[in-house]
C-alpha cells in the first residue's frame, strides 16, 4: 500500500517561508512524476509545481520565482520550498505521485497539510 504523507504545513506572515516536505513508502518503484497540488475554499484543485524524473520543475505561473520544487529519485519524496508567501497562497497542499508502472497506470494523493498565509 502507497502511502503520500505531508508535513511542514503552518501558519505564516505575508512574505514568510516555509517548506513542505512529502515523503512516500510502500513503493517498489521509482515515480515517474512526482509534484504539489493546492486547493483553496471554494476553488478547484490546482497544480503548483511537478518533476518528471530528474528533470526540472514545472510551475504554476502564480507561484513562478517564489516556489521551488525538489525531489530525491532514490528515496521518492518531494519538496517545495515556498517563499515570499501571500494571503492568496493559503490553501491545503496535497502531494502527488502518478505515472505507469507496468503498463498500469498509477495516482496517489497524500492528505494534504494546511498552509495559511495572514497578518
Known amino acids: 500500500q502507497v502511502q503520500l504523507v505531508e508535513s511542514g504545513g503552518g501558519l505564516v506572515q505575508p512574505g514568510g517561508s516555509l517548506r513542505l516536505s512529502c515523503v512516500s513508502s510502500?513503493?517498489?518503484?521509482?515515480?515517474?512524476?512526482m509534484g504539489w497540488y493546492r486547493q483553496a475554499p471554494g476553488k478547484e484543485r490546482e497544480m503548483v509545481a511537478t518533476?518528471?524524473?530528474?528533470?526540472?520543475?514545472t510551475y504554476a505561473d502564480s507561484v513562478k520565482g517564489r516556489f521551488t520544487a525538489s525531489r530525491d529519485n532514490v528515496k521518492n519524496t518531494v519538496y517545495l520550498q515556498m517563499t515570499d508567501l501571500k494571503p492568496e497562497d493559503t490553501a491545503v497542499y496535497y502531494c502527488?505521485?502518478?505515472?505507469?508502472?507496468?503498463?498500469?497506470?498509477?495516482?496517489?494523493w497524500g492528505q494534504g497539510t494546511q498552509v495559511t498565509v495572514s497578518s
Open positions: 518533476v518528471v524524473g530528474g528533470h526540472s520543475a
Open positions: 502527488n505521485a502518478n505515472g505507469v508502472y507496468v503498463r498500469y497506470p498509477y495516482d496517489y
Open positions: 510502500g513503493s517498489r518503484f521509482r515515480f515517474d512524476v
